[in-house]
């Protein structure tokens, strides 16, 4: 049988989009090859790479003819791998877990592969080249990167810019969608690291299931257009029709899909802490918000839903703000830890 082994590496500035498929060694005797393939693509700001090394040998018992014998000891080496043998048992048994684990969707592999560049960067300004390049980690809980262009489920941070601009200073809005599909349609999103510090019951609401179901959930400010919104926590929930997902793992819905939500909570599929509650949104024209990115009001990062619904309680931190600009590292670290100027 064949036998393969493949490395995957992320690269950073290539020119240009490609394809490469290069042999690097061949030995006809052995029916032993090496290639490598080269795949770039443009993300954020920059053209990143994935090269893909991949090594195979055949195996010579298989090459040989029946009669030396070795035609069946090869194939009492593949019943060994099918699990006879208790170190390939291990093995598989190893491989079966982690083939349990959920796989990347495309954001997480994005992030994947921003962490990992993070890290090399790290590597090579300290001067330790000489070294293996760092490997790929899991992916954190929570993560946050910078983006160039805004998209669906992306986070907006207000800059130093919109200091003493009392709607807006020092938010993290959670764009819900990009206007990006819809031409007729400007982006819009909520605000969700001010709260209101205040509970649903407080506001002695007339509608029955936010009188009752949802009458401990915290309410926050979502923006300054008149409107309700409410987020889902959808974690491994399936089915969840008539709210629209945002990222994987996070859903929203207006006010007239309260009682699909009530509807969820009675049912035990979801709880109340499940749930974050917005008044009012944040909207903007169709070229509205782009123009506001370029003239530097707004960074553009992509997140984890770990980040929208990280606290344990049923509201989301004030020091959210800070927490994003950290986990989006470099020198927006930095500008976390300014003061507010004074304008």
Request: glycine share 8%; hydrophobic share 35%.
């Amino acid at each position: 049988m064949d036998l393969w082994s493949v490395q995957v590496k992320s690269n950073s500035f290539l020119l240009r989009n490609s394809i490469l498929e290069k042999p690097i060694s061949r030995n006809l005797r052995n029916s032993a090859m090496a290639f490598e393939i080269r795949k770039s693509f443009s993300d954020s700001c920059k053209y990143r790479s994935v090269v893909v090394h991949a090594t195979g040998k055949k195996n010579n018992g298989n090459s040989n003819s029946s009669s030396s014998g070795n035609s069946d000891k090869s194939k009492a080496g593949g019943d060994n791998l099918k699990g006879s043998n208790p170190e390939s048992n291990a093995s598989s048994d190893s491989s079966s877990q982690k083939s349990h684990r959920k796989p990347l969707d495309w954001r997480e592999f994005r992030a994947s592969l921003y962490i990992q560049e993070q890290a090399e960067t790290i590597v090579s300004d300290t001067h330790k080249q000489d070294k293996a390049s760092p490997r790929s980690k899991p992916l954190p809980l929570k993560w946050a990167h910078p983006i160039s262009a805004p998209e669906n489920g992306c986070l907006l941070v207000a800059t130093e810019k919109l200091d003493g601009v009392r709607t807006f200073e020092r938010t993290v809005v959670l764009l819900l969608r990009s206007g990006m599909q819809n031409p007729l349609e400007g982006p819009f999103g909520v605000v969700i690291n001010r709260s209101l510090h205040k509970r649903m019951k407080h506001m002695n609401p007339t509608n029955i299931d936010l009188a009752t179901t949802f009458a401990d959930c915290c309410l926050h400010f979502g923006g300054p257009l008149e409107s309700s919104m409410f987020l889902v926590k959808a974690r491994e929930v399936t089915g969840l029709n008539g709210f629209e997902e945002v990222i994987p793992g996070v859903c929203f819905g207006s006010r007239n899909k309260l009682d699909a939500a009530s509807a969820l909570v009675k049912k035990g599929i979801l709880g109340p802490q499940d749930f974050r509650f917005f008044v009012g949104y944040a909207g903007w024209q169709l070229d509205q918000l782009s123009d506001e990115i370029e003239s530097g009001y707004w960074h553009v990062a992509a997140c984890s839903a770990n980040l929208v619904f990280g606290s344990t309680e049923n509201s989301l931190p004030d020091s959210l703000w800070e927490e994003t600009l950290q986990l989006m590292g470099g020198h927006y670290s930095e500008l976390s830890r300014k003061p507010k100027q004074d304008l």
